[in-house]
């Protein structure tokens, strides 16, 4: 294995440079973790704050006590990988995983994470396509926290890709009705994904239509973040003794609300992260093996390494008919050759 790697780094807001640095080896493992060559990465929302230079770098130790923000290949966190290294009993060396970059640095040729962070995936996937798993395991992770999902009227704040997973699921969960809010126009796919009712609207603006008892949720899902206003809306949406699950990325470390409106209508407020994550990814490939339309739903634009500041800002700009952007993995991309064509 070659001393040193490529890996993407932020340069500044909206410019990455590729960078040669020291390679991580198998001897580098510390007990639990695996080595990866990365195959393909999936662009999160939250990493695009990082992208566009108006979220201050996170203060992260990483394994070499260094802070994530001075590391290649930061920000992307959703990666597919082949396992070149392995000090983890459940991950054999050789086999292909989807999951978790821990120091979110999965925009590199190599990286090393926890092997309870991944899992193995159907073979018969490409890279590009079983990264969707990762995304998918988060919200198959936190829907376990709603009660009552069958029969009850469902909406879902936000109807980016990670949001149209939460209307998929609570659909097939058996909701009465999915309703869709964002302000980009997601009526192209929304019956693709679940979607009764998909409105092309701010959150505050649906909120505020809501007159009847009967036309408010009883299960909201908030799946912007990243600002607050989106859950006063939420709690002016919902309905007596309604839930509102909070997924969004929150950016600010206090929040205000409005209490009484919460207090009288006997709301319940849940939230969390995604603990289980081996097990959550292979319920995500159990669930795209059921639903495998999904697959070409989903994915919607991949670029080639060498692109990534333009896959980056596409990614920053939701538009209709966009949905997840991917990044294909290889040493000859991230080396700035033209990309092949996929």
């Known amino acids: 294995m070659a001393d040193t790697m490529w890996a993407k780094r932020l340069a500044g807001p909206g410019r990455f440079e590729t960078v040669a640095v020291p390679a991580p080896a198998v001897g580098d493992l510390p007990d639990g973790h695996v080595l990866l060559r990365v195959l393909a990465g999936g662009i999160c929302g939250s990493d695009i704050p990082y992208f566009r230079g108006v979220h201050p770098l996170p203060q992260i130790n990483n394994l070499h006590g260094r802070y994530s923000a001075e590391l290649a290949g930061f920000p992307m966190h959703e990666v597919v990988g082949e396992v070149l290294g392995?000090?983890?009993?459940?991950?054999?060396?050789?086999?292909?995983?989807?999951?978790?970059?821990?120091?979110?640095?999965?925009?590199?040729?190599?990286?090393?994470?926890?092997?309870?962070?991944?899992?193995e995936y159907d073979a018969g996937l490409d890279p590009t396509t079983a990264v969707m798993l990762q995304p998918l395991a988060c919200v198959l992770g936190a829907v376990p926290q709603l009660a009552d999902v069958a029969g009850s009227t469902v909406a879902v704040i936000g109807q980016g890709p990670i949001g149209l997973l939460f209307s998929h699921v609570l659909s097939s969960l058996g909701a009465a009705r999915v309703t869709g809010v964002d302000r980009v126009p997601r009526d192209d796919v929304a019956a693709r994904f679940g979607v009764d009712e998909a409105i092309h609207a701010s959150s505050d603006w649906w909120a505020g239509s809501l007159d009847a008892e009967a036309d408010r949720p009883a299960i909201i899902v908030e799946a912007v973040g990243h600002q607050v206003r989106t859950l006063t809306d939420a709690i002016q949406a919902a309905g007596q003794g309604g839930q509102i699950f909070y997924f969004g990325i929150p950016d600010d470390p206090v929040y205000p609300m409005p209490m009484s409106d919460f207090l009288r209508k006997n709301l319940r407020l849940t939230s969390g992260v995604t603990r289980d994550r081996r097990d959550a990814l292979r319920q995500a490939s159990a669930y795209l093996a059921r639903h495998p339309d999904l697959r070409s739903s989903y994915i919607t634009d991949v670029f080639g390494v060498a692109d990534a500041e333009q896959a980056y800002a596409r990614a920053a700009l939701p538009a209709r008919g966009r949905l997840k952007v991917v990044l294909a993995m290889d040493a000859d991309w991230g080396q700035g050759r033209a990309p092949h064509d996929l």
Do not use: F, K, Y
């Open 86 to 119: 392995s000090r983890h009993p459940g991950v054999e060396v050789g086999s292909r995983v989807v999951g978790w970059a821990r120091g979110m640095n999965g925009l590199a040729e190599l990286v090393i994470t926890r092997g309870d962070s991944v899992a």
